[in-house]
């Protein structure tokens, strides 16, 4: 598999092999959905906590006898049922939503969308990212560069989710530049998971050697 190696200013300057084990991969909606999943359950945050009747403060008494008053018997005033009891089964943030992953099931899933996004026309490889100064301006005429190659026109029109921008380095000069671009998410390689990638419509990946052999070795780990 080769493909071709663009620069910031759209043109071809090389071409790469691809790996089979990383972008050649048949598509697997049961491992994808399954991974998402569980890692969206990892993400999730509890803030919602309600209180059980054991929580709520009064109730020690009863409220009235047990018999001969012509009402319903009652043990406490703060059971579910009353006025400022305690809520049954109300959402708890003690409540724990993670899933286990296995390292090999989320590798799998990641190389398996990079491969749909691949066959796509959804992937641009660019052989390096620069600027002297965090500009917005530079950010906008790289994006419109990239939007003219076959494929990525939608890059500079789509407003919102259009790419993910994987950078080989931890550049705060890059960083800055893309900031106020909300239809850019920029992120390093190393970063790189199925959540974020199925999130934007393309993906462009800085420096592709070392990042597909950072992919590979990942594979690899996990096996």
């Known amino acids: 598999m080769e493909t071709s190696v663009y620069n910031q200013k759209g043109k071809e300057v090389s071409k790469i092999s691809l790996s089979e084990k990383v972008f ?8 994808v959905h399954q991974v998402m999943t569980s890692m969206l359950s990892d993400a999730r945050v509890n803030l919602a ?8 403060s009064g109730g020690g008494k009863k409220p009235w006898r047990q018999k001969g008053t012509g009402q319903a018997r009652h043990g406490s005033t703060r ?7 305690g809520v049954a089964h109300g959402p708890r943030n003690d409540k724990v939503y ?14 398996t969308i990079l491969s ?10 660019v052989d390096s990212i620069s600027m002297s100064a965090p500009k917005t301006k530079d950010a906008v005429s790289a994006i419109a560069a990239w939007a003219g190659i076959k494929g ?10 259009a790419a993910l921008i994987n950078i ?17 998410e920029l992120d390093e390689v190393r970063n790189i998971n199925p959540l974020d990638i199925l999130n934007y419509k ?11 052999k950072f992919m590979e070795n990942k594979l690899a780990s996990a096996k």
Do not use: C
């Open 49 to 56: 906590h309600t209180k059980t009747r054991g929580e709520v």
């Open 116 to 125: 749909k996004k691949y066959k796509d026309g959804e992937i641009l490889f």
């Open 168 to 184: 080989w380095d931890n550049s705060e000069v890059i960083k800055k530049s893309f900031r106020n671009i909300s239809a850019i």
């Open 79 to 85: 059971s579910p049922i009353w006025i400022g009891g």
């Open 202 to 212: 393309y993906l462009i990946i800085e420096k592709p050697e070392e990042s597909i």
């Open 24 to 31: 050649g991969l048949p598509w697997n909606a049961d491992l």
């Open 98 to 111: 993670a899933r286990k992953i296995n390292k090999k099931m989320k590798a799998k899933a990641l190389f």
């Open 152 to 161: 990525f026109e939608k890059l500079a029109t789509k407003r919102r989710n």
